[in-house]
């Protein structure tokens, strides 16, 4: 016995030592890269010292006495806490992923690679200035400077997925310009869905599919039928790009901003306020920084890391912010190609397509031979699935030349609403709704978009044996939908409708429903003079007007139903009925109506379109809203009647009272009778998870991701908390920055992210703003020198190295 019980001691021994071990090294990979933010560093790049004072939260105010040193500390600052995530995107943009994930994003590999996004940023990069081509080399410096000194002290991921960072180049800067644009796209897969279901039903009930935004309708030029086996393949082709949503690197999916005169304000001076939505991943999107040279550049906001210029902020002089316009600004035409694949027709002639031999390495050892194949337009999109019965081309803004880097670089210098479109006559291919105020007390909103020209087409596939359908070219600047000053002293967007029906120019039919853009309207209207508290509360406003379009309708059926209902029905009915359409996590009613409204649109259009027509409309929320508003429009639609039963014919009360009891079963049996206990916070969940978390033994080791916490909003409501409707209820989109800007007095100014400045899991500055995001709070904004260095946390020197 007491050999084994001897043993059983030395066994234990052992699995200790080996525990404290694994836990001694995976506490040295994890903190390894942890950078010390009060470090005096001496620096190869740099030509003057450099002081960068961190606060609180460590955000960094970099204070530089050229610009050249400005952009090189820039760099190194975001190598220190954002390197991998960089490498990620720059990965992305260059079609490699499958070096570091494997043979799975083969397929996305050549899908980026097809957009040609590296092609256009060499032009791009060629027609800069020099002074933006130094700031780009000078970023690239810092970064690499980090790089290089910090080989074997690099962040976990790089030791997990075993590869080290090259160099940085300044074209891997302006590639993320086309993958914003890529990542803005709006039409492609809408477009495609209506394809597939115009064959389904008549096409009375098929208008109704089609957002009643604009006058553009559904065309299919001329007589061609497509199969829906390449139609299928478009979608897929399109659609390898969404696995890299789970990566944490989407951008600008939708967005509020809005601003208010100096007569609508206690100061008498503009506020400016703006939330860019997004995919909510560990680490955010977004880089918080304050770059100063003095006399020629002081500027705060938010840049997209492995970029140097603050894309969303403030300067000495005006501040601005983005919303995107949600342009249709992509186009696809069936060609006729020759049978070895190597000419398409257009005009009556033979061209010969530009075939791209593409070699795509993966992380499992293997090399992948992929042929890409384009005409004039553009890539041709269903050959990436060996499709060879028909062949669809897709035209994209992003091939075009736009120039947000030089906008950028631009607007973080300007003084007035002249600098300010001078700057941005650049920026097309990232189409957004730039929202304007200086502190000269003048406000303004441009539609920064190319806007293709057509002559037809917009919402159809179209011929390509013709040059007849092709781009003419893009509306000119001064001719994109703006205003200065109006005599309401406010403006604002949300996604909505851009521009008044009588625009001449075709922009979109892909719209979000009014239903932010309204209820803001409502805010900044209900209130005399505002401040930024006021601002505060218009930005993490949790009631939803979406709501107001359906509920009477529905109210109406139950109300002259109640003999058809039992006491939690009815009980639930009457919640319903006195809501104030307030989205609190601690209450039934938003849970009841978001199941309601999901159950509805499923039992009105599946018995038609089928479960995979119907599961592509709900992976787009406003699509999916805006059929709605079509059917609740006309109530007696025949979309109502359930064709599966040939024996009835059902009408809306039907399908609104079998819709209703089956959530209501559903809850009961889930969550009991006691109806004020179905919480919608309990459903409505948000993790914050990092691209590695998936594996969840990494997870667990170094402690990725944070949550599930339970939210109130939704996607309809100002203060977002977004989920895909083929996921309810997890919340994978929202508010990925909250800025409010006073420019009565800019040290009033206050803003917030979900997560943090690091990185880096294992730093206390990972998620440490996650608490002030989810509770609505905000930190303040410091602007001016004084309070910069006097509430410094850390103070960093970088210094030229001594020849």
């Known amino acids: 016995m007491k050999t084994l019980k001897k043993i059983f001691i030395i066994i234990a021994i052992i699995i200790i030592i080996i525990i404290f071990g694994g836990?001694?090294?995976?506490?040295?990979?994890?903190?390894?890269?942890?950078?010390?933010?009060?470090?005096?560093?001496?620096?190869?790049?740099?030509?003057?010292?450099?002081?960068?004072?961190?606060?609180?939260?460590?955000?960094?105010?970099?204070?530089?006495?050229?610009?050249?040193?400005?952009?090189?500390?820039?760099?190194?600052?975001?190598?220190?806490?954002?390197?991998?995530?960089?490498?990620?995107?720059?990965?992305?943009?260059?079609?490699?992923?499958?070096?570091?994930?494997?043979?799975?994003?083969?397929?996305?590999?050549?899908?980026?690679?097809?957009?040609?996004?590296?092609?256009?940023?060499?032009?791009?990069?060629?027609?800069?200035?020099?002074?933006?081509?130094?700031?780009?080399?000078?970023?690239?410096?810092?970064?690499?400077?980090?790089?290089?000194?910090?080989?074997?002290?690099?962040?976990?991921?790089?030791?997990?997925?075993?590869?080290?960072?090259?160099?940085?180049?300044?074209?891997?800067?302006?590639?993320?310009?086309?993958?914003?644009?890529?990542?803005?796209?709006?039409?492609?897969?809408?477009?495609?869905?209506?394809?597939?279901?115009?064959?389904?039903?008549?096409?009375?009930?098929?208008?109704?599919?089609?957002?009643?935004?604009?006058?553009?309708?559904?065309?299919?030029?001329?007589?061609?039928?497509?199969?829906?086996?390449?139609?299928?393949?478009?979608?897929?082709?399109?659609?390898?790009?969404?696995?890299?949503?789970?990566?944490?690197?989407?951008?600008?999916?939708?967005?509020?901003?809005?601003?208010?005169?100096?007569?609508?304000?206690?100061?008498?001076?503009?506020?400016?306020?703006?939330?860019?939505?997004?995919?909510?991943?560990?680490?955010?999107?977004?880089?918080?920084?304050?770059?100063?040279?003095?006399?020629?550049?002081?500027?705060?906001?938010?840049?997209?890391?492995?970029?140097?210029?603050?894309?969303?902020?403030?300067?000495?002089?005006?501040?601005?912010?983005?919303?995107?316009?949600?342009?249709?600004?992509?186009?696809?035409?069936?060609?006729?190609?020759?049978?070895?694949?190597?000419?398409?027709?257009?005009?009556?002639?033979?061209?010969?397509?530009?075939?791209?031999?593409?070699?795509?390495?993966?992380?499992?050892?293997?090399?992948?031979?992929?042929?890409?194949?384009?005409?004039?337009?553009?890539?041709?999109?269903?050959?990436?699935?060996?499709?060879?019965?028909?062949?669809?081309?897709?035209?994209?803004?992003?091939?075009?030349?736009?120039?947000?880097?030089?906008?950028?670089y631009l607007i973080n210098k300007a003084n007035n609403w002249n600098d300010f479109k001078c700057a941005m006559k650049t920026f097309s291919a990232t189409s957004q709704n730039v929202i304007y105020a200086d502190v000269n007390g003048n406000i303004g909103l441009y539609c920064c978009a190319g806007i293709p020209l057509r002559k037809a087409g917009g919402i159809a596939i179209l011929p390509g044996n013709t040059d007849q359908y092709d781009w003419q070219g893009y509306v000119p600047f001064e001719k994109l939908p703006h205003s200065y000053n109006p005599p309401c002293g406010y403006l604002l967007s949300a996604n909505s409708l851009t521009a008044p029906m009588d625009y001449p120019y075709y922009i979109s039919t892909w719209y979000y429903p009014p239903v932010r853009y309204n209820r803001i309207k409502e805010l900044i209207e209900n209130t005399e003079k505002h401040n930024v508290e006021s601002f505060k509360k218009i930005q993490t406003d949790f009631k939803s007007l979406l709501p107001d379009y359906f509920l009477p309708s529905i109210l109406n059926v139950l109300n002259n139903n109640l003999d058809k209902l039992d006491e939690t029905e009815k009980q639930s009915f009457e919640l319903l009925n006195k809501w104030n359409k307030i989205y609190s996590a601690d209450r039934p009613e938003p849970l009841i109506f978001e199941k309601l409204f999901l159950k509805l649109f499923e039992n009105t259009v599946k018995d038609e379109l089928g479960d995979e027509i119907t599961t592509a409309i709900l992976n787009d929320r406003s699509f999916t809203m805006n059929i709605m508003l079509n059917m609740f429009a006309d109530t007696s639609s025949k979309w109502f009647d359930n064709i599966t039963t040939a024996n009835n014919s059902e009408h809306f009360s039907d399908q609104t009272i079998n819709a209703f009891k089956s959530i209501i079963a559903e809850l009961k049996e889930k969550e009991g009778n006691d109806v004020l206990k179905w919480m919608w916070g309990k459903y409505h969940l948000m993790t914050l998870s990092h691209p590695l978390g998936k594996v969840k033994i990494l997870d667990m080791l170094f402690r990725m991701s944070r949550g599930p916490f339970p939210l109130p909003g939704s996607y309809s409501t100002v203060c977002p908390y977004s989920y895909s409707l083929n996921k309810p209820f997890e919340v994978n989109n929202g508010a990925s920055q909250r800025h409010i800007y006073d420019l009565s007095n800019w040290d009033n100014s206050v803003s917030v992210i979900p997560t943090g400045i690091s990185g880096i899991p294992s730093s206390k500055y990972y998620c440490n703003q996650t608490l002030l995001y989810l509770t609505q709070n905000y930190h303040s904004d410091i602007f001016n020198n004084n309070d910069i260095k006097n509430k410094a946390k850390y103070i960093m020197k970088l210094k030229p190295k001594i020849k």
């Open 23 to 408: 836990y001694l090294l995976i506490n040295r990979i994890s903190k390894s890269s942890i950078p010390d933010y009060n470090e005096e560093i001496t620096l190869k790049c740099v030509s003057d010292e450099v002081t960068i004072y961190r606060d609180s939260l460590a955000i960094p105010h970099i204070i530089a006495k050229n610009e050249r040193d400005l952009y090189i500390a820039t760099g190194y600052l975001l190598a220190q806490d954002r390197l991998w995530q960089m490498d990620l995107l720059r990965r992305v943009t260059q079609g490699r992923l499958s070096e570091i994930f494997g043979d799975d994003m083969v397929e996305v590999d050549l899908m980026m690679r097809a957009l040609q996004i590296t092609e256009k940023s060499k032009i791009v990069l060629d027609s800069c200035d020099e002074n933006i081509k130094q700031a780009l080399k000078s970023f690239s410096c810092g970064i690499n400077e980090y790089i290089t000194e910090h080989k074997k002290n690099l962040p976990f991921e790089f030791k997990i997925l075993g590869y080290e960072p090259e160099l940085w180049q300044p074209i891997n800067s302006v590639n993320l310009i086309g993958y914003l644009a890529w990542d803005l796209t709006c039409g492609l897969d809408e477009e495609l869905i209506l394809y597939k279901a115009k064959s389904k039903v008549d096409s009375a009930l098929f208008q109704m599919l089609i957002p009643k935004t604009n006058s553009q309708k559904y065309s299919t030029f001329p007589d061609f039928k497509i199969s829906d086996k390449t139609i299928d393949a478009c979608l897929y082709s399109i659609n390898v790009y969404k696995k890299i949503d789970n990566l944490g690197v989407k951008v600008f999916n939708a967005s509020n901003n809005w601003a208010v005169a100096g007569k609508k304000t206690y100061s008498g001076k503009p506020l400016l306020a703006n939330d860019m939505h997004l995919g909510i991943f560990i680490p955010g999107i977004w880089y918080q920084i304050h770059q100063i040279v003095e006399g020629k550049i002081n500027v705060t906001g938010v840049l997209l890391p492995g970029a140097p210029f603050v894309i969303s902020g403030h300067n000495d002089s005006i501040a601005w912010g983005m919303t995107n316009v949600m342009e249709d600004n992509v186009d696809l035409y069936l060609e006729t190609i020759n049978n070895d694949t190597t000419k398409y027709l257009l005009n009556g002639q033979w061209h010969d397509l530009k075939i791209q031999n593409e070699q795509i390495k993966s992380k499992s050892g293997k090399i992948f031979n992929k042929k890409l194949y384009f005409t004039h337009r553009g890539p041709i999109i269903s050959m990436l699935k060996k499709i060879d019965t028909a062949f669809i081309s897709m035209r994209w803004v992003g091939n075009d030349y736009s120039n947000e880097v030089r906008s950028a």
